[in-house]
């Protein structure tokens, strides 16, 4: 009996676990929801974003990327903002990070750069230990890469930090392209 209890108990510590990130993905997609409402313009929503992914996540800093249809050059930096935690030096994507985000299109988390076996010959600067990047589509069209750096007490970024990020995305980057259309 008291090996079923614990079994039990195992289970509904996993179900109150998976219950609190929902509820924590919930309150992060409804802070993103307000604060982007009451923005004025691209840039303070593209800000807005990168803060709320930076805090949801705890990553050290954050970068939006915009892409054109040029087809001569699909990853061209259209906008460029940061939003950073701490005085680190600004990191931007490297162009072989936003090749591969727009051929693949999917969420991409490196928690090793330096050996990550996709990206062999690039030159990561040195203290980029982890990143995390998450395209911005509206109707299957790729409009931004959101890619966040280091996360916050030297951890890796988890499959959860990829889930939210993702769900973040999915929902910013209609909000963006609206901005864009008024502008």
């Given at each position: 009996?008291?090996?079923?209890?614990?079994?039990?108990?195992?289970?509904?510590?996993?179900?109150?676990?998976?219950?609190?990130?929902?509820?924590?993905?919930?309150?992060v997609?409804?802070?993103?929801?307000?604060?982007?409402?009451?923005?004025?313009?691209t840039d303070e929503v593209i800000q807005t974003i990168i803060r709320r992914s930076i805090k949801a996540i705890s990553a050290e800093q954050g970068v939006i990327t915009m892409v054109g249809d040029d087809v001569s050059d699909p990853t061209k930096t259209l906008v460029r903002t940061m939003a950073s935690s701490g005085d680190r030096?600004?990191?931007?994507?490297?162009?072989?990070?936003?090749?591969?985000?727009?051929?693949?299109?999917?969420?991409?988390?490196?928690?090793?750069?330096?050996?990550?076996?996709?990206?062999q010959g690039v030159?990561?600067?040195?203290?980029?230990?982890?990143?995390?990047?998450?395209p911005l589509q509206v109707h299957?069209?790729?409009?931004?890469?959101l890619t966040l750096y280091n996360k916050k007490r030297g951890g890796d970024f988890s499959a959860g930090d990829q889930r939210l990020l993702s769900i973040l995305?999915?929902?910013?980057?209609?909000?963006?392209?609206t901005a864009r259309l008024y502008e």
């Open positions: 009996m008291t090996d079923q209890n614990s079994g039990n108990s195992t289970a509904l510590e996993r179900e109150n676990q998976q219950l609190r990130r929902a509820v924590e993905e919930l309150s997609l409804n802070e993103l929801s307000i604060a982007i409402s009451s923005s004025r313009g030096e600004a990191y931007s994507p490297d162009q072989n990070l936003l090749g591969w985000m727009y051929i693949n299109r999917i969420p991409l988390v490196i928690n090793d750069p330096a050996n990550d076996n996709r990206f030159a990561w600067n040195s203290s980029v230990r982890s990143l995390i990047s998450v299957s069209q790729l409009i931004g890469i995305a999915g929902q910013s980057a209609q909000v963006i392209e």
